[in-house]
T-cell receptor
Framework: NAGVMQNPRHLVRRRGQEARLRCSPM?????VYWYRQLPEEGLKFMVY????????ESGMPKERFSAEFPKEGPSILRIQQVVRGDSAAYFC??????????????FGPGTRLTVT | GNSVTQMEGPVTLSEEAFLTINCTYT??????LFWYVQYPGEGLQLLLK?????DKGSNKGFEATYRKETTSFHLEKGSVQVTDSAVYFC??????????FGKGTHLIIQP
């Protein structure tokens, strides 16, 4: 059973460009979480999605950031008009269930975004 | 809201030394507690977990006990190895769907 897959692993964008980060959850997992890790910081929750639904986007910046998890295909985190402050590692995690109670989250290797 | 505080690093130890990484938390309700480990250039791996008070999580020689009275979940290992060098994150989850992480503690084990 393949783990959580993310691509690309490294992404370089110039200021003002768009960044698209992809996450394929583990087989059988329908819940996806995105986290951002700034240098020397812990991971910060951004958004939680189920298939075709955003459940909780309380950690997502209000502007320029969006996320989707379509019925078919990977989850996409999209950052429009990137700025230098968006440079970070973005991690995706998946779980078989969500909501109340403990459900282990499995993390992907991350996408390291560098904005020049 | 929820928060996690863990000791600042880096923590440098000699091989076979005893390890403690402190973690305390603030949360409403009864969260589950976790320790994740991140090796250089990789994603996070779940190291151990505890889902209720007084539970002890253990894995690969690491242990942590869920202490509700002190709101703590300190990570311990009796004899560390060079291969334990990594960044360790304490986290909590429960009710809300995203995990809340501490800032991480960089552990360096010297031969």
């Amino acid at each position: 059973n393949a783990g959580v897959m993310q691509n690309p692993r490294h992404l370089v964008r110039r200021r003002g460009q768009e960044a698209r980060l992809r996450c394929s959850p583990m087989k059988g997992h329908s819940h996806v979480y995105w986290y951002r890790q700034l240098p020397e910081e812990g991971l910060k929750f951004m958004v939680y999605l189920q298939k075709e639904n955003i459940i909780d986007e309380s950690g997502m910046p209000k502007e320029r950031f969006s996320a989707e998890f379509p019925k078919e295909g990977p989850s996409i985190l999209r950052i429009q008009q990137v700025v230098r402050g968006d440079s970070a590692a973005y991690f995706c995690a998946s779980s078989p269930k969500g909501g109340q109670g403990f459900h282990e989250q499995y993390f992907g290797p991350g996408t390291r975004l560098t904005v020049t | 809201g929820n928060s996690v505080t863990q000791m600042e690093g880096p923590v440098t130890l000699s091989e076979e030394a005893f390890l403690t990484i402190n973690c305390t938390y603030t949360a409403t309700g009864y969260p589950s507690l976790f320790w994740y480990v991140q090796y250089p250039g990789e994603g996070l791996q779940l190291l151990l977990k505890a889902t209720k008070a007084d539970d002890k999580g253990s894995n690969k020689g690491f242990e942590a006990t869920y202490r509700k009275e002190t709101t703590s979940f300190h990570l311990e290992k009796g004899s560390v190895q060079v291969t334990d060098s990594a960044v360790y994150f304490c986290a909590l989850g429960g009710g809300a769907d995203g995990l809340t992480f501490g800032k991480g503690t960089h552990l360096i084990i010297q031969p």
